[in-house]
Structure formats: structure tokens, C-alpha cells
């Protein structure tokens, strides 16, 4: 526990190497100082005594300790180091020297350094602890990397949170972290992380690379690239950087090259742009969802010049898919309702289409649907095809049946008020198919005579 930690007093020979009474006099205004927790005094003292005599480990020691509790773990580091190269045997320079690996996430080197001090003092309770806390923190960067690799990022901030509480400085674990908070759309939590770095190295390439990260999974493009640009400029082989930064600038185009060729009415052209934006990076949720609203809105103006039925369904299937997407990233009451007419133009699709079956326009008046029934009907009565095959009899009688049904319909303003809607008519009871065949030939007899 570095709170426990004491500075060494320069006894032996061999450790002060005979250091001189300047030095002497000022490590013991250091060690005054640390214990009055008066670090920063404390170190200028140390730094001192070192100054006076520089081949005293001791005095590398006592520094490196006072370095560890102003959290300034690197300089902490080289100190220790110089400590043991000075005197390989100083037990507590080996064991401030792993205590500063693990603090910076390096368990490996930190392990061996807590297994010399266990060989130069077996029973030391402190190098065993920290020695499984090293084995520790080492499988929890295993499992982080498997599930990385798995897309598991839940996890991966899981085993961060631990491995950075054995390891509090370590910059690596909390850029991972964030990384893995922005892909799983946290982006308060990962920007907060970003910023805390950045404020202490404004040039983490890092850090700018999961800031940009946030503004991008944000749709905020443009300043994301500002930031890909300035890790990049830290970094230049930072490859994450260059990916996303590629990735948003290639987003940006192909919607602003969709949104373009729409405004022209190219539906078609604007259709397959967004559907290719779209598989740019599909891990960009919040421009997807408005890129999917784009092509769903694009399918639906390509649908108004296609004639089958087939063509129709196909592409309403297609929007319905698109904005059940857009409804699941941000359920709005827009996306509800665009989600809803979409399902409902789709269900409308896959039905008979009476105004077809008569061949007329969905703004027929009621004169016009009866001549339309009149003419359509008397085209398929069976007393026209009576002396047809039986295979074009059946199918004569089924389209008669259909223009019976249509005109069923059509010609009552409530159930057409209400088929034109996309109600179920046969499930509201409002319809009960249509009747029999006898039943329209004397509908047809009655009211239209030949």
C-alpha cells in the first residue's frame, strides 16, 4: 500500500556509499517532510541529497517514494530503477520499482520485479499480494482482449474497471475503456474518460481518437474529423484514427451525394446512394437511423412508378424494415408514426386491389365505379365463356367472383372509407368475402341487366 510507504534510511556502507554530511543532513529534512506529508518539500530535499551524492540508492529510494505518493508513478519508475542499478540487493527499490510497473498497467514487468524481492526475502507479505495482484490484473487484460475481439465491449469495460483499480495511472486501460463505452453509445461516460486524459496531455492521440470516436457515433461528422486529423498528426500511424476518419469522411459524402440526387427527384439514383452509405459502418447507429429515414422515404417515391403488386410489396417491406431500425435507435413519436404508415402501406399492398380488379382510380366518383363494375362484369359472366374450357371457365368465374367483391366495396362509402384506410374488412366483419357465385350472378342480373 503506497500510503505505508517509509523511506529508507542510508545505514549500511554499501547503500550510502559513504555519502557526504550535506546529503545526509538534507535526506533527513526530507524524511521529515514525508512524514508531515509534506511531499513536494519532501522531494526537493531528496532531490538534494541525490544532487550531493548520486551514487546513493537510498536516496533514489526515498525520492522514488515520495514521487509514488504525488502519483507521479513514471519519474516514480526511473528512480527505483536507478536505485536497484546502483545496489541490486535493495529489496524495497525492487519493490517500489514493480509497485510502479503495475500502477502503469506493465504486470509482467511488475511481477518480476515483486519475485526478485521474494527471492531476496522470501516471506515478504507485500511482493506476495502484489505479486497476484500482477497475475491478476494480467488475466484481466486476456479476457479484455477476447472480448474485444468478440465485440463483447460490455465485458471488456467490465475487466477495464478492475484491471485500472489494480492499476489507477495506466492511460491504455482507461482509453480502452472509453473506447468500449462509446461503442456501446455511452458517450457521456467515454468522453468524460477522453477529457480527463486530454486535460493531463493535450497530445493523446489516444484520447483525440476516442473524443472524435463520440462526435462521430454522435452524427456530429464534421468535428469528429477534426479530431481524427489532430491524432493523427500525434500519431501518424495511429490506424484507428485513419479508419474512422476515412469512414466519416466517406458517411459524410454518400449522404450529402444521396441527399442531393433526391431534391432531383433521381429516387432511384438516392435509393442505392443511402443503401451504400448505409454499409459504410454499421456500427454508426444515429447516422444510420437517419440514413435508413432517407431511403425508406426514397423507397416510397420509387414506388409511386412501379405498376405490380410484387414491385410495391418488395419495397414496402424494405421500409418497414428501414424504419423499424429508425424506430429502434431513437423511438420518437415521428418514428412511431412513419414506422406505423409504412406497416400499414405494406399490409395494404399485400391485399386484393379493388380499384385494379375494376380499372379504375382510387378518386373514382360512384358512377364511374358502377360502369367500371358493369363493363368489367359482364367481360367475365360465365355466360360469355360457356363454351370455354373448363380451365378458363374456372378462371373466368374467379375474376367475376373478384369484380363482385370489388364493387361490394367500393360501392358502400363506409367499407370503402375503411379499405381505403387499409382496415381489415373481413376480420371487423364488414366483409364476408364477397358471396358465393350464384349470389353475385343475380347481384350482377338484378342490378345490371343484359
Same mark, same amino acid.
Given at each position: 500500500?503506497?500510503?505505508?510507504?517509509?523511506?529508507?534510511?542510508?545505514?549500511?556502507?554499501?547503500?550510502?556509499?559513504?555519502? /557526504?554530511?550535506?546529503?545526509?543532513?538534507?535526506?533527513?529534512?526530507?524524511?521529515?517532510?514525508?512524514?508531515?506529508?509534506?511531499?513536494?518539500?519532501? *522531494?526537493?530535499?531528496?532531490?538534494?541529497?541525490?544532487?550531493? #551524492?548520486?551514487?546513493?540508492?537510498?536516496?533514489?529510494?526515498?525520492?522514488?517514494?515520495?514521487?509514488?505518493? +504525488?502519483?507521479?508513478?513514471?519519474?516514480?519508475?526511473?528512480?527505483?530503477?536507478?536505485?536497484?542499478?546502483?545496489?541490486?540487493? *535493495? @529489496?524495497?527499490?525492487? =519493490?517500489?520499482?514493480?509497485?510502479?510497473?503495475?500502477?502503469?498497467?506493465?504486470? @509482467?514487468?511488475?511481477?518480476?520485479?515483486?519475485?526478485?524481492?521474494?527471492?531476496?526475502?522470501?516471506?515478504?507479505?507485500?511482493?506476495?499480494?502484489?505479486?497476484?495482484?500482477?497475475?491478476?490484473?494480467?488475466?484481466?487484460?486476456?479476457?479484455?482482449?477476447?472480448?474485444?475481439?468478440?465485440?463483447?465491449?460490455?465485458?471488456?469495460?467490465?475487466? @477495464?474497471?478492475?484491471?485500472?483499480?489494480?492499476?489507477? $495511472?495506466?492511460?491504455?486501460?482507461?482509453?480502452?475503456?472509453?473506447?468500449?463505452?462509446? =461503442?456501446?453509445?455511452?458517450?457521456?461516460?467515454?468522453? #468524460?474518460?477522453?477529457?480527463?486524459?486530454?486535460?493531463?496531455?493535450? %497530445?493523446?492521440?489516444?484520447?483525440?481518437?476516442?473524443?472524435?470516436?463520440?462526435?462521430?457515433?454522435?452524427?456530429?461528422?464534421?468535428?469528429?474529423?477534426?479530431?481524427?486529423?489532430?491524432? +493523427?498528426?500525434?500519431?501518424?500511424?495511429?490506424?484507428?484514427?485513419?479508419?474512422?476518419?476515412?469512414?466519416?469522411?466517406? =458517411?459524410?459524402?454518400?449522404?450529402?451525394?444521396?441527399?442531393?440526387?433526391?431534391?432531383?427527384? #433521381?429516387?432511384?439514383?438516392?435509393?442505392?446512394?443511402? %443503401?451504400?452509405?448505409?454499409?459504410?459502418?454499421?456500427?454508426?447507429?444515429? $447516422?444510420?437511423?437517419?440514413?435508413?429515414?432517407?431511403?425508406? %422515404?426514397?423507397?416510397?417515391?420509387?414506388?409511386?412508378?412501379?405498376? $405490380?403488386?410484387?414491385?410495391?410489396?418488395?419495397?414496402?417491406?424494405?421500409?418497414? &424494415?428501414?424504419?423499424?431500425?429508425?424506430?429502434?435507435?431513437?423511438?420518437?413519436?415521428?418514428?412511431?408514426?412513419?414506422?406505423?404508415?409504412?406497416?400499414?402501406?405494406?399490409?395494404?399492398?399485400?391485399?386484393?386491389?379493388?380499384?385494379?380488379?375494376?380499372?379504375?382510380?382510387?378518386?373514382?366518383?360512384?358512377?364511374?365505379?358502377?360502369?367500371?363494375?358493369?363493363?368489367?362484369?359482364?367481360?367475365?359472366?360465365?355466360?360469355?365463356?360457356?363454351?370455354? $374450357?373448363?380451365?378458363?371457365?374456372?378462371?373466368?368465374?374467379?375474376?367475376?367472383?373478384?369484380?363482385?367483391?370489388? *364493387?361490394?366495396? +367500393? #360501392?358502400?362509402?363506409?367499407?370503402?372509407? &375503411?379499405?381505403?384506410?387499409?382496415?381489415?374488412?373481413?376480420?371487423?366483419? /364488414?366483409?364476408?368475402?364477397?358471396?358465393?357465385?350464384?349470389?353475385? /350472378? *343475380?347481384?350482377?342480373?338484378?342490378?345490371?341487366?343484359?
Amino acid at each position: 500500500n503506497n500510503n505505508t510507504i517509509i523511506c529508507d534510511v542510508a545505514i549500511t556502507l554499501g547503500r550510502s556509499h559513504a555519502s /557526504c554530511p550535506d546529503a545526509e543532513i538534507f535526506k533527513e529534512q526530507g524524511n521529515a517532510y514525508y512524514s508531515k506529508k509534506d511531499y513536494p518539500a519532501a *522531494f526537493n530535499y531528496y532531490t538534494k541529497a541525490i544532487d550531493a #551524492s548520486p551514487k546513493t540508492a537510498s536516496y533514489y529510494g526515498n525520492r522514488a517514494a515520495t514521487l509514488m505518493m +504525488l502519483c507521479r508513478f513514471r519519474e516514480a519508475l526511473e528512480d527505483s530503477q536507478q536505485a536497484v542499478r546502483l545496489d541490486d540487493g *535493495f @529489496m524495497k527499490g525492487h =519493490l517500489r520499482e514493480g509497485k510502479c510497473h503495475l500502477s502503469l498497467g506493465n504486470a @509482467m514487468a511488475a511481477a518480476r520485479c515483486f519475485q526478485k524481492v521474494l527471492e531476496l526475502e522470501p516471506s515478504n507479505k507485500e511482493a506476495q499480494l502484489e505479486k497476484k495482484n500482477a497475475t491478476t490484473l494480467l488475466e484481466y487484460e486476456r479476457m479484455a482482449d477476447f472480448s474485444f475481439d468478440k465485440r463483447d465491449f460490455r465485458k471488456v469495460v467490465y475487466c @477495464m474497471d478492475r484491471a485500472i483499480a489494480l492499476a489507477p $495511472t495506466c492511460q491504455r486501460f482507461k482509453i480502452l475503456k472509453a473506447e468500449c463505452l462509446a =461503442l456501446l453509445g455511452r458517450y457521456p461516460e467515454a468522453q #468524460s474518460v477522453a477529457s480527463d486524459i486530454l486535460r493531463m496531455d493535450a %497530445t493523446n492521440a489516444d484520447a483525440l481518437y476516442v473524443r472524435g470516436l463520440c462526435l462521430y457515433y454522435e452524427d456530429c461528422i464534421d468535428k469528429a474529423v477534426q479530431f481524427f486529423v489532430q491524432a +493523427l498528426r500525434m500519431a501518424p500511424d495511429h490506424e484507428k484514427a485513419r479508419l474512422a476518419c476515412r469512414n466519416a469522411k466517406a =458517411l459524410k459524402a454518400k449522404k450529402e451525394e444521396g441527399n442531393q440526387v433526391f431534391k432531383n427527384c #433521381s429516387y432511384d439514383a438516392a435509393y442505392q446512394l443511402y %443503401t451504400e452509405a448505409l454499409a459504410i459502418d454499421p456500427n454508426n447507429i444515429k $447516422t444510420n437511423a437517419k440514413l435508413y429515414c432517407n431511403r425508406a %422515404t426514397a423507397g416510397a417515391k420509387v414506388k409511386a412508378s412501379y405498376v $405490380t403488386g410484387y414491385m410495391d410489396t418488395e419495397l414496402y417491406e424494405e421500409a418497414v &424494415r428501414d424504419y423499424e431500425k429508425v424506430y429502434q435507435t431513437e423511438k420518437t413519436s415521428e418514428h412511431k408514426q412513419l414506422l406505423k404508415t409504412a406497416q400499414m402501406e405494406l399490409k395494404k399492398s399485400k391485399r386484393k386491389d379493388y380499384y385494379k380488379v375494376l380499372g379504375v382510380g382510387k378518386n373514382a366518383t360512384e358512377d364511374e365505379i358502377k360502369k367500371a363494375y358493369r363493363k368489367r362484369a359482364l367481360m367475365h359472366h360465365p355466360d360469355r365463356h360457356s363454351s370455354a $374450357t373448363a380451365e378458363v371457365q374456372k378462371e373466368e368465374e374467379k375474376k367475376f367472383k373478384e369484380v363482385g367483391e370489388a *364493387f361490394t366495396i +367500393l #360501392s358502400d362509402p363506409k367499407k370503402k372509407m &375503411r379499405y381505403d384506410s387499409g382496415h381489415d374488412l373481413e376480420d371487423d366483419g /364488414c366483409f364476408d368475402g364477397g358471396g358465393d357465385f350464384t349470389t353475385h /350472378c *343475380f347481384f350482377f342480373i338484378h342490378f345490371f341487366p343484359f
